[in-house]
């Protein structure tokens, strides 16, 4: 349900645009001001790591917004994981697509002809998402990028308050879907905790009503709030959705959140080690996911990080995971480079050739083969696919990556009805 305009540009060059000197780099929860800004960006350009915030002052955030879509080299595209899914889908001439989220006049003309509107969606003004996006190697006063990456913020109130998710479970009947996809929990960080409570039980209410033979997949963002995304998990969202998808950022946080497996690690250095990621992986489905004791319909995490993705079901509900984890991976490669198929000398491996599957059991050792490069392994009812990543060396854009990648993957998995 999260949809708005995005403003992709140079992190360095709008903040000189905006008269910012270079300094100190400080992690900021929400941005305040134009300083807030300047010192978050500084922050996680030097780690090189993908952020969002919420810009708390709406007057600022519109005069910066305008100075961002304004400036030369800017580029204006489809946002919102919701609508960026949804374009990712409509791609494949076979499929319709219905997209409820606040959509403006600009991102109505963005939108592809096989995505759907419903008229209740439309909003006379769009919502804008800044993108700053940096390169490796770029550097910013004492800030220099160890990778290509980027640091997104809007002040975006509408998708913050989930407004139309009611519109969009009241569109299902006639749309008869044969999948759902939810977005955009992570924009409630920006509500006070009790705004957010209620509307958090609302959403439930909303999701309990889709009917149960339609499978749904969540897509997870970058969040800071430990009990939000401790709430998400436990009591409420995880149960109702059959698959989830989420990054090397959001995973860590989630086990943090919910003192799961290797919940101490602070943050991932370098590419994010196999065994830990499916220590983790493992405990989201043996803890949360669906049992023969548990009321939960969660059989699927679809996890990507740049080096490698990690698909991993519980026995017996998926299937063709091979083919959907390649798929997600050659989307990766073709839309970072913005090429049609994989073109071998814009990429290269940056996965690990061998690593264990684990850092809590006895685990098993793994070497990849190039001849199948996705590898399969097992631990309790729950199996893993893993796949490398042809990483592009100089990424044409780097946003709405995840998206395209869970939407290819979700595009070919199949799942078995129960």
């Not at 350009?45 to 919420?54: D, H, I, S, V």
């Not at 042809?390 to 998995?413: F, N, Q």
């Amino acid at each position: 349900v999260n949809a708005c305009v995005d403003v992709v540009l140079s992190g360095v060059k709008l903040l000189e645009a905006l008269g910012l000197e270079p300094g100190d780099g400080k992690n900021h929860a929400v941005l305040n001001s134009r300083q807030d800004l300047k010192e978050a960006f500084a922050h996680f350009m030097e780690k090189g790591a993908a952020a969002e915030r919420f810009f708390s002052d709406g007057e600022s955030f519109h005069r910066i917004a305008r100075t961002a879509s304004e400036y030369p080299g800017a580029q204006l595209y489809v946002g919102g994981n919701a609508a960026l899914i949804g374009q990712k889908l409509a791609r494949n001439p076979d499929l319709k697509v219905l997209l409820c989220g606040p959509v403006g006049p600009k991102l109505h003309e963005l939108l592809d002809d096989n995505v759907f509107v419903p008229p209740e969606s439309m909003q006379e003004r769009d919502e804008f998402h800044l993108i700053l996006e940096y390169q490796a190697g770029e550097e910013w006063g004492q800030a220099k990028a160890p990778n290509a990456n980027r640091f997104i913020f809007s002040h975006d109130l509408s998708n913050g308050a989930l407004n139309m998710l009611e519109v969009f479970v009241s569109s299902l009947d006639e749309f008869q879907p044969d999948l759902v996809v939810l977005s955009g929990l992570h924009m409630m960080e920006g509500q006070t905790k009790e705004m957010r409570q209620r509307r958090l039980m609302e959403a439930v209410a909303s999701i309990s009503d889709i009917p149960t033979d339609i499978p749904i997949h969540l897509e997870l963002a970058s969040m800071t709030d430990q009990d939000f995304m401790s709430n998400i998990m436990h009591q409420q969202v995880f149960p109702l959705v059959n698959s989830i998808g989420l990054n090397e950022q959001e995973l860590l946080f989630l086990t943090q959140s919910a003192s799961g497996p290797h919940a101490s690690l602070v943050s991932w250095s370098g590419v994010p080690d196999v065994g830990i990621v499916s220590d983790i992986l493992f405990w989201i489905l043996k803890e949360h996911g669906k049992t023969a004791e548990r009321a939960s319909d969660l059989t699927r995490v679809h996890f990507h990080t740049l080096a490698y993705h990690i698909l991993v079901t519980v026995d017996g509900h998926w299937g063709n995971q091979v083919a959907a984890v390649a798929a997600g991976a050659r989307a990766a490669g073709t839309q970072a480079c913005a090429t049609e198929t994989i073109d071998t000398s814009k990429v290269f491996l940056k996965a690990p050739l061998e690593f264990v599957t684990s850092q809590i059991e006895a685990p098993s050792k793994i070497s990849l083969n190039p001849d199948e490069p996705v590898v399969h392994w097992h631990r309790e009812g729950i199996s893993f696919h893993f796949t490398p990543v042809l990483v592009c060396k100089d990424p044409v854009r780097t946003v709405g990556l995840g998206d395209a990648i869970s939407a290819e993957g979700l595009l070919y998995s199949e799942i078995y009805p129960q």
